[in-house]
């Protein structure tokens, strides 16, 4: 059987996952067989697919693998092949990525399933939810997706492996390609763009085993994301150049923007940063957009009361102006650097003066500009 994508809907998803959720709920006190057995056969192709879709993007396809690969009935790895080929014409590479995960989940039960949902989600925005949509709209009456012939055997195209510190040439990542959904800026976000080069690399034929050292080493690179990225995949084609690298660090890692009003050139945490007086109000509107609170005490609300609110929000900077600083409220400020904070103080006083006593004795960098 083959969907044709040109022919009319038969019907709406919404309807259909409606009425599956109707008839099934929580799922709670069904079995795989009987929650089938309550299913029409378009029913089916909803709850079967939509089973490994929301495991899988929720990170939870060890349930799916311990739902649906236990050997018993229905096979889920296979019902989720007869569906997709039927469906292939409507987007082949949905069709494989569906393939792959089934036949990752069901062929390694044991192993590590973190890198299935970043492959997706280079692939997912505007293209998965539309072939689901179409699929389950398109599917005949009356089929059932279980007793579909087994489809051709399947298995994933792979390249050679690389070599040590190599990249796959023939996989390329574009800077600004968004259109063909393989951005590395755009937008600016890290975990979109390791995402996007998990699924070049899948799309490139890259091993399960390479895959899964690819997500192991982002998991380390820290600050090094694009020089990782250059590795593994060409970008733009080609050698990523210096100018590439520093224009990908800038989008990845942009520096705080206390270290730009402080010209440091990388803050460490914590850290007690000492700041003119008359630096405050600038260095309040530079931090606005970023974790901080600024201490305000009130004739009605102390100094130290303000400071416990504010650790009560988990803040990574508290702002303060020296001349609001209290020896109580110093020991305080001292306990938040103890617990990986940034305190930051314009003007100077006694307190403040204790204070960073206190923090250097405890080792804490001091920054004074």
Sequence with gaps: MIIDPASAPLRDQADVRRSVDEKLGDGGGLSLEQACAKLNAVERVEWIMGELLVSMLDKKLHI???????????????????????????????????????????????????????????????????????????????VDPLTLPEPPAWSRAVVAPRAEGARYPEVRVGLTDAAKNCALTAPANSELAAEVVAFALWQGGASDEELDAYYEELGGS??????????????????????????????????????????????????????????????????????????????DISFVDYARAALRQDPDILLVDARDATEAGAELLVAALQTGHVVAVCGTSPAVEALEAEARRGGVEVVRR
């Excluded at 889920?76 to 014409?89: H, K, L, M, Q, Y």
């Excluded at 590795?231 to 100018?243: K, T």
């Excluded at 309040?284 to 957009?289: G, H, M, V, Y």
Aim: charged letters at 20%; hydrophobic letters at 50%; aromatic letters at 8%.
């Design 64 to 142: 799916w693998v311990q739902g649906w690969c236990s050997g018993g009935a229905p096979d889920g790895p296979a019902a989720v092949a007869r569906i997709v080929e039927a469906g292939r014409r409507l987007d082949p590479i949905v069709a494989d990525l569906a393939r792959w995960t089934a036949f990752r989940a069901a062929s390694r039960p044991g192993g590590l399933f973190t890198v299935v949902p970043e492959v997706w989600n280079g692939h997912w925005t505007g293209v998965v939810p539309p072939f689901m949509k179409a699929l389950v709209a398109r599917w005949p009456e009356g």
């Design 222 to 299: 820290g600050d090094r994301l694009p020089e990782l990225f250059a590795r593994w995949v060409a970008i733009d084609g080609g050698e990523a150049d210096a100018a590439t690298l520093a224009r990908l660090r800038a989008a990845y890692h942009p520096r705080h923007p206390l270290e730009i009003e402080t010209g440091v050139e990388k803050l460490k945490w914590p850290a007690l940063v000492l700041l003119p007086a008359e630096r405050l109000e600038p260095v309040a509107a530079a931090l606005a957009q970023a974790r901080t609170v600024r201490l305000r005490p009130t004739a």
